[in-house]
């Protein structure tokens, strides 16, 4: 596994980010960041070479889907100026791309993908050494629960 975090590894899909935040899914709050997160069973469907939608439509869906999709989500109301926005997700985003290995290794043996989002709670632009371990935090939390019976 390299340590990088591709356009495939990011949830884009309206759907599914609806799925994520309209209740009844994981959470926790690992201070600076709010993390929610639902399993998917998506991945599974794919991989069984049943039809995707895309193949319906005469598409061949060639690549694999990574165990993890993240979002990054900062609040207007928290930080006002779009630099301070912009600054807090890059550093949420190199916290999860150093420390995703944990969780890529905790789901490498389950028929399912984790979707997650991550969402900042403060009003503060912490430093980097703050973002990095919560992120830590919150993944081995998150693995934890997904090694349990």
């Not at 609040?75 to 890529?104: G, Q, S, T």
């Not at 709670?121 to 349990?148: C, G, H, W």
Request: net charge positive; charged share 30%; with cysteine.
């Amino acid at each position: 596994m390299d340590n990088t975090l591709t356009k495939s590894e990011r949830l884009t899909s309206k759907l599914q980010i609806d799925k994520l935040f309209a209740g009844g899914n994981a959470s926790m709050a690992a201070f600076p960041l709010r993390v929610v997160y639902m399993k998917n069973t998506e991945r599974k469907v794919a991989e069984d070479g049943q039809r995707t939608a895309g193949e319906e439509q005469g598409m061949k869906d060639t690549t694999q889907r990574p165990p993890v999709s993240i979002l990054v989500s900062v609040p207007k109301k928290r930080f006002r100026h779009a630099v301070d926005r912009n600054r807090m997700k890059r550093l949420v985003r190199e916290a999860y791309r150093l420390n995703k290995k944990m969780l890529w290794d905790a789901l490498a043996d389950k028929d399912y993908s984790l979707v997650m989002a991550f969402v900042c709670i403060t009003d503060q632009l912490p430093s980097f050494y703050a973002v990095n371990k919560s992120m830590k935090k919150a993944i081995t939390r998150i693995a934890e629960s997904l090694n349990k019976p």
